[in-house]
């Protein structure tokens, strides 16, 4: 048997608890992981209170993001005693996740845990730092111009790890925010200028004052209309979440007159080829101690109490969730 947490939605009566699930249920897939971390993303937080756009089936242990070691497998490229890492790829969502001691997963889309990282800061990544290292990808294949990039919901998971690797990768970077009490933080990731949210959070004309070569969205609706009108020419904005709305009202001027590109970035669906590309920008890029200083550790216990901070978006930086002994 193996300890999870589940989520049981029952047509409108959801119920979320520690359970112990046969190993033979735990799903498909040709490798065994004994899972040591997982994390807690914005997603995870929906599936816990029973979201049915993330949590598609029931029962669902969720957990989009797991590290462990393989115990056993079948797929010729992983042997027992591997470190693995793998984000998305519908864990948490259509199938079981990383809040459980064991998983059951395909080897295909398994990422070797970079040595320089080690299994706890991988987890510390997870989802979010994956995006975000998707994102910034995006935005160097695009070949943005030279100039400052904007990254919103900058204290947030994918944020954060955003600033830090734009500003390794020599961006200078402006970072919005809705938390008064954020700046030291993103400047302590390597912003240079702090931008108060809500600045971009108005309906304006559908070009405005060019500032940014290039931003990472994490918000949607009215910001992400506002960063599309006050991107340079030939900038990119890659766009990733909709904390704020998932509504774009917009107009094609940026697109036509500036030659604007929105890059949409889903890091659920990326192909081993996309994550080897995103984990080998992660390990060039990313600074140990800033990673370390932006994240949380918890135990799996208290997942689902963190996990409400998280839909008030009273949360700062990653949280690594313990789920080995
Ligand atoms: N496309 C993908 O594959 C993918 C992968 C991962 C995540 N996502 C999406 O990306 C988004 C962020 O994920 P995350 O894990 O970084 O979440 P998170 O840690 O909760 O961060 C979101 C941040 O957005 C800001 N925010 C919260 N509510 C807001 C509002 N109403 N208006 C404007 N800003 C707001 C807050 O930052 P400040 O206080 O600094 O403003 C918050 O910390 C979510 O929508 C998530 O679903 C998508």
């Known amino acids: 048997m193996v300890r999870a947490v589940q989520v049981t939605r029952d047509d409108d009566d959801v119920s979320t608890g520690f359970v112990d699930v046969p ?167 390597g912003a240079s200028t702090i931008i108060d949210r809500t600045e971009l959070q108005q309906s304006g004309r559908p070009l405005q004052s060019a500032r940014w070569a290039g931003a990472v969205d994490v918000v949607g609706g009215s910001t992400l209309a506002t960063l599309l009108a006050q991107t340079r020419h030939g900038g990119a904005v890659a766009a990733c979440g909709l904390v704020e709305d998932p509504q774009l009202h917009t107009t094609v001027m940026p697109f036509i007159l500036r030659g604007v590109a929105l890059l949409g970035i889903n890091s659920v669906e990326a192909d081993a080829a996309e994550r080897a590309r995103v984990w080998d920008l992660l390990e060039r890029r990313i600074d140990v101690d800033r990673l370390d200083a932006l994240t949380t550790t918890i135990p799996l216990n208290d997942v689902v109490e963190r996990a409400a901070d998280i839909l008030t978006g009273r949360n700062r930086g990653r949280f690594v969730v313990e789920v080995g002994d």
Request: overall charge negative; aromatic content about 4%.
């Open 23 to 189: 190993e033979t249920e735990l799903g498909e897939g040709d490798v065994l992981v004994d899972v040591a971390f997982s994390s807690l993303n914005y997603k995870d937080a929906l599936a816990l209170r029973g979201d049915r756009g993330v949590a598609r089936v029931s029962p669902l242990i969720p957990g989009i993001d797991l590290v462990g070691t393989v115990a056993e497998s079948d797929d010729a490229r992983w042997r027992p005693g591997d470190e693995v890492v793998l984000t998305g790829a519908g864990l948490g969502e259509t199938r079981n996740g990383g809040y459980a001691r064991r998983a059951r997963v395909s080897g295909e889309l398994l990422i070797r845990v970079p040595a320089a990282l080690g299994m706890r800061r991988a987890a510390a990544i997870g989802t979010a730092g994956f995006t975000a290292g998707q994102s910034v990808l995006a935005l160097d294949d695009r070949g943005i111009p030279d100039g400052d990039v904007l990254v919103t919901g900058a204290t947030g998971g994918v944020g954060s790890v955003a600033v830090m690797l734009l500003s390794a990768g020599g961006r200078t970077v402006a970072a919005a925010t809705g938390d008064p009490a954020g700046a030291d933080y993103l400047r302590g990731l």
